[in-house]
């Protein structure tokens, strides 16, 4: 039962995880305005959150149910996912960063600078892990049927 719970955890919270990075992603693609600026800090929070609880939830499947870490880690395509996630992961700085910089003005109902090139870059980031995160699930589905075994 404890297994099944985790399991259902840990796509809960990938599919939380995709869908912030995909409303960021319309989200930034328009003008700012301050209901778009405040739900791009509320999407960044749920990313990273979902992030922490994947990681989290995740690592505890590895090393405490069925399979076991040896499986885990004897699979190319989990040590494939796990350095996508760790990549993913790495580039969400930069987003979080510039979100994270908006609480002052956004408290002050001013409108936070995104220009044209913050922004092409930002969204660039954000394409980049939602690319990511879809060999993530390529990974996943063959790492649970064993393909890819290497230990």
């Known amino acids: ?28 693609r328009g003008e700012l305005d301050m209901n778009s600026a405040r739900s791009l800090m509320r999407m960044d929070a749920a990313y990273g959150i979902s992030a922490l609880v994947l990681l ?21 395509p989990f040590l494939i996912k796990l350095s996508l996630f760790v990549i993913a992961g790495l580039l969400s700085i930069q987003p979080t960063r510039e979100f994270l910089s908006w609480r002052k003005a956004v408290r002050e109902q001013r409108l936070p600078d995104f220009s044209g090139a913050k922004r092409r870059s930002i969204r660039t980031v954000i394409h980049v892990q939602l690319l990511l995160m879809i060999v993530i699930m390529l990974c996943a589905a063959l790492m649970a049927r064993g393909i890819g075994f290497i230990g």
């Open 56 to 76: 989290v939830v995740g690592f505890g499947r590895v090393f405490h149910t069925e399979k076991g870490a040896a499986y885990y880690f004897g699979s190319a």
């Open 1 to 28: 039962m404890l297994s099944a719970f985790m399991a259902f955890l840990h796509h809960a919270a990938a599919f939380v995880l995709f869908g912030a990075l995909m409303v960021e992603m319309v989200l930034t």
